[in-house]
C-alpha cells in the first residue's frame, strides 16, 4: 500500500513567509503548492483539490476570505482552511471562523505551531 503525501495549498503574498512555510511543510513530507496572492490561489484551486488549505487574510486580487468561500462552495466543504492573520484582524478572522475555517495563526507564524495544527486536523479527520 503506497501512502500519498497530504497535499497542501499555501496562499501568502509575502515572499519569505511563503517561502519559509513552503520549505518547513516540504521537509515534515507534504507535497506543497504555494500561491503568491488570491488569484493564483483560486487558479491552482480550480485544478486540484488539496488536502487542507492555509491562506493569508489580507492578499492582492482576492482575500483570505473569498479564498476560504470559494474553497468551501466549490471545492469541498471537507477542506480544512486555516488563516493567517496579522494583528488588528480579529473581526475578519471571526468571518473566517463563521464560514468554516478550522482554525487560525496570527503571524508571523511560528513554524512548530503550524505543523502541530496540521497534523492535529488531519488525526481528527482520519481517527
Known amino acids: 500500500m503506497t501512502f500519498k503525501s497530504p497535499s497542501i495549498l499555501i496562499a501568502e503574498d509575502e515572499v519569505l513567509t511563503l517561502k519559509m512555510l513552503t520549505y518547513r511543510l516540504q521537509k515534515e513530507g507534504f507535497a506543497v503548492q504555494s500561491a503568491s496572492d488570491g488569484k493564483q490561489a483560486l487558479e491552482l484551486l480550480s485544478q486540484s483539490k488539496p488536502d487542507i488549505v492555509l491562506t493569508d487574510l489580507i492578499m492582492p486580487h482576492h482575500t483570505g476570505i473569498e479564498v476560504l468561500k470559494y474553497v468551501k462552495e466549490q471545492v469541498s466543504k471537507e477542506i480544512p482552511v486555516l488563516v493567517l492573520s496579522g494583528l488588528g ?8 471562523m463563521n464560514l468554516g475555517a478550522a482554525g487560525y495563526l496570527e503571524k508571523p507564524v511560528n513554524p512548530n ?8 486536523i488531519f488525526q481528527e479527520e482520519y481517527s
Not at 89 to 96: D, K, L, M, Y
Open 89 to 96: 484582524q480579529e473581526s475578519t478572522v471571526t468571518e473566517a
Open 113 to 120: 505551531d503550524l505543523i502541530h495544527m496540521i497534523k492535529k
